[in-house]
């Protein structure tokens, strides 16, 4: 029995290999989506989308998205309704580390937008999900979501869509993400200079003596 389970697990093992190579070498967003479902729809999820998640009072993922594999119905109904600045998954997923079910989000919940969204969502087939927060140093909160009517909670499963949606995230960022990001403003001269007197150990004062910008009283 211990036998037949190992090799239960190592064949696991390998798919997942698989799955998460088979992302990585993506080469786009359509790429990305195909090879996520492919590996999780025997799981019960046909839904996935990988998104930065800005401020919630922006009141839309409109230019944030990365990767949308969401149905067009419910894409279209959550944008219209402005369902982004109550989804209580969202809230969860910018000060959250690890990953939770969307019935974790919806437990609990005493406000009434927020349970619409969560509602809504059963409505369009999506009962219950998993959320990957994923904290950027760099930028704006991210995750990945993927969700279904009836999905596979076994932590084999969950173990495989977590790592699967790291990478799916990270081939994103890397098709989509990085493409998008704002270009850095380049530092003026006078900025070059006045870094390179500070960083030789001058106080501002000194740097504004050796630079002519403080009158001598």
């Known amino acids: 029995m211990a036998a037949v389970h190992g090799s239960v697990l190592q064949d696991q093992l390998i798919q997942i290999f698989e799955a998460t190579a088979q992302i990585d070498r993506a080469t786009s967003a359509a790429e990305i989506i195909r090879q996520l479902r492919?590996?999780?729809?025997?799981?019960?999820?046909?839904?996935?989308?990988?998104?930065?998640?800005?401020?919630?009072?922006?009141?839309?993922?409109?230019?944030?998205?990365?990767?949308?594999?969401?149905?067009?119905?419910?894409?279209?109904?959550?944008?219209?309704?402005?369902?982004?600045?109550?989804?209580?998954?969202?809230?969860?997923?910018?000060?959250?580390?690890?990953?939770?079910?969307?019935?974790?989000?919806?437990?609990?919940?005493?406000?009434?937008?927020?349970?619409?969204?969560?509602g809504e969502a059963r409505e369009f087939g999506l009962c219950d999900g998993i959320c990957i927060p994923i904290q950027d140093a760099f930028g704006d909160p991210a995750c990945v979501t993927v969700a279904g009517s009836e999905i596979d909670l076994a932590p084999a499963v969950r173990c495989t869509i977590h790592a699967?949606?790291?990478?799916?995230?990270?081939?994103?960022?890397?098709l989509v993400g990085s493409s998008r990001r704002?270009?850095?403003?380049?530092?003026?001269?006078?900025?070059?200079?006045?870094?390179?007197?500070?960083?030789?150990?001058?106080?501002?004062?000194?740097?504004?003596?050796?630079?002519?910008?403080?009158?001598t009283p």
């Open 182 to 215: 704002r270009p850095r403003q380049k530092l003026s001269q006078r900025e070059r200079e006045i870094l390179q007197w500070v960083a030789g150990g001058k106080t501002a004062w000194e740097v504004s003596r050796i630079l002519g910008t403080r009158k």
């Open 164 to 174: 699967l949606a790291r990478h799916a995230y990270s081939a994103a960022e890397r």
């Open 38 to 118: 492919k590996s999780i729809e025997r799981h019960g999820y046909a839904a996935c989308l990988v998104t930065e998640l800005p401020r919630q009072d922006t009141g839309s993922l409109d230019g944030h998205i990365l990767v949308n594999g969401w149905p067009q119905e419910w894409y279209d109904r959550y944008m219209a309704a402005g369902h982004y600045r109550h989804d209580p998954c969202v809230a969860l997923c910018r000060g959250g580390i690890g990953p939770f079910l969307w019935r974790d989000a919806h437990h609990g919940l005493t406000n009434s937008n927020a349970r619409k969204v969560m």
